[in-house]
């Protein structure tokens, strides 16, 4: 079985583009996750989604971030306008169940703004 | 206060050796779940395992085990015999029956040193 999928693996980009990643749970998980991973503040959870509604986005870290699901398969999360401090590892993980369960990641996206 | 506690930012031991890895818990549920992940140098992170509050056995999974003591609070790793494949960085985690968060350590990077 797939596990979770996420796209790009890497991107590099200049400050004040628009940054889009995209994630894909494992089938028939019903919980999803964004989290970002630096060296500085370690992994941290920005946003959880339980059947495709956001329940608790309280770590997206300002205006600029923004994550939808529109559908079971599918997750976006997007940064307009990215900013250098935004460089870090984007991971996706997805569980069946609630926040308990057991969640399975992503290979996490590489995000660089230069 | 941190809810996971790894002491340990990085140990280095002789391929062969046995480690164990700290990991100590704070909660005032009496129902929550307790993980460990990988994260090898490649960056994904790998579940390895999943421990609900009620069941202290510790467990085994050949050259791996957990000590699992409500009494002091804590969730311990050991790699036995350890090997070059070890090497990464070892996250514990905790959530809460009440509540949608994961909560991790800051992590412990091993390496084993052929």
């Known amino acids: 079985d797939a596990g979770v999928i996420q796209s790009p693996r890497h991107e590099v980009t200049e400050m004040g583009q628009e940054v889009t990643l995209r994630c894909k749970p494992i089938?028939?998980?019903?919980?999803l996750f964004w989290y970002r991973q630096t060296m500085m503040r370690g992994l941290e959870l920005l946003i959880y989604f339980n059947n495709n509604v956001p329940i608790d986005d309280s770590g997206m870290p300002e205006d600029r971030f923004s994550a939808k699901m529109p559908n079971a398969s599918f997750s976006t999360l997007k940064i307009q306008p990215s900013e250098p401090r935004d460089s870090a590892v984007y991971f996706c993980a997805s569980s069946f169940g609630r926040a308990q369960e057991t969640q399975y990641f992503g290979p996490g996206t590489r995000l660089l703004v230069l | 206060a941190q809810k996971v506690t790894q002491a340990q930012t990085e140990i280095s031991v002789v391929e062969k050796e046995d480690v164990t890895l700290d990991c100590v818990y704070e909660t005032r549920d009496t129902t929550y779940y307790l993980f460990w992940y990988k994260q090898p140098p490649s960056g994904e992170l790998v579940f390895l395992i999943r421990?609900?509050?009620?069941?202290?056995q510790n467990e085994i999974s050949g050259r791996y085990s957990w000590n699992f003591q409500k009494s002091t609070s804590s969730f311990n790793f050991t790699i036995t015999a350890s090997q070059v494949v070890d090497s990464a960085v070892y996250f514990c985690?905790?959530?809460?029956?009440?509540?949608?968060?994961?909560?991790f350590g800051t992590g412990t990077s091993l390496t084993v040193i052929p």
């Open positions: 421990r609900n509050s009620f069941d202290e």
């Open positions: 985690a905790l959530s809460e029956r009440t509540g949608n968060q994961f909560y």
């Open positions: 089938s028939g998980h019903n919980s």
